[in-house]
């Protein structure tokens, strides 16, 4: 079976048709999710989520780009993760990409959470975004890697991921390593070892192909998986099940269902 390491069903595409989103997945064999948590006002909803289905499991952290919501502290943070469905602090990290002023905030709420995730003892969700240096120094000036984590929907470069994997980090793709134009992308995508890979939609954005285009949903990983399986010469069910047991070798809190 194969587990979605990252999506947001708690958005509205998503949120409005639950019990369809659950259904599909089963039937494509993914059984299970991780929520991500992308601000605090909304952390009770991703939370209920994971409360309601054994399958499912939550995040929670302030994305790097939300600039007009509640701001977590080191304290607030692991409170709210000391929970039996709260699997992971993030998504946190860097985005210069709109914030091209590159704003101290943004580095100070970092290194929060990279913080609350030692302090708690739960991995880190990474963001990055035209910030990779300023991302990994960061990580290493906070001692990310005794968290350890995942560089969430990775799109960064060869040199990028061995630096992440220096720090004991997984490496996590999206349906952008299907886009026939990711060409470095899917390079990356045979070089990461296989004990250190995993697999996300972040739906409801970046549906793979042959979706492209659509609300992506959970159901879809298992096109990035066939296509890491194309790229690295594997049989489809070897990705899958070394996926499915980085997932919950990282995500150490998480029960399967």
Request: charged fraction near 25%; glycine fraction near 4%.
């Amino acid at each position: 079976m194969f587990v979605d390491s990252h999506c947001h069903l708690d958005f509205p595409d998503l949120a409005a048709r639950e019990d369809a989103v659950l259904a599909t997945m089963a039937a494509n064999r993914v059984g299970h999710a991780l929520c991500v948590s992308v601000k605090l006002e909304d952390f009770p909803r991703v939370l209920a989520l994971a409360e309601r289905h054994a399958n499912l499991f939550a995040s929670v952290g302030v994305h790097p780009d939300n600039d007009d919501v509640e701001e977590p502290d080191e304290a607030r943070l692991v409170t709210l993760a000391d929970h039996p469905k709260v699997v992971a602090i993030g998504e946190t990290g860097l985005d210069y990409h709109w914030q091209k002023d590159a704003p101290e905030w943004q580095r100070a709420r970092f290194r929060t959470h990279i913080r609350a995730a030692r302090a708690c003892g739960k991995p880190l969700i990474v963001h990055t975004r035209s910030a990779a240096a300023d991302t990994l120094r960061l990580m290493r000036e906070e001692d990310a890697a005794g968290a350890g984590g995942v560089m969430h929907c990775f799109t960064e470069t060869r040199e990028v991921a061995e630096a992440a994997l220096d720090l004991g980090f997984y490496i996590s793709f999206s349906g952008i390593v299907t886009f026939r134009s990711a060409t470095e992308l899917k390079a990356v995508a045979q070089y990461v070892p296989l004990d250190r890979l995993l697999i996300e939609t972040d739906a409801p954005y970046l549906a793979p192909v042959p979706h492209r285009g659509k609300t992506n949903e959970p159901a879809w990983v298992v096109h990035v998986a066939e296509e890491i399986a194309r790229l690295r010469n594997e049989p489809l069910e070897r990705i899958a099940a070394a996926t499915t047991e980085n997932f919950f070798r990282l995500f150490r809190h998480a029960r399967r269902s």
